[in-house]
């Protein structure tokens, strides 16, 4: 069983390529944009940006 109370490892990310939305409209005639890949997993990917300095 995963110990919860231990967090994750982090790691620095030095670059990331993200895929051009693929835009597209519903049948109800919204507009939408969305990614699509077969076979690249779900993630949540948090940005975090120094502002104001």
Request: aromatic residues 8%; without cysteine.
């Amino acid at each position: 069983m995963i110990d919860r109370s231990i967090s994750p490892k982090t790691k620095r990310i030095d670059s990331v390529k993200i895929d051009e939305p693929v835009q597209n409209t519903l049948d109800n005639g919204i507009n939408y944009n969305g990614f699509y890949s077969a076979n690249a997993p779900v993630i949540k990917l948090d940005m975090i940006f120094r502002a104001g300095v």
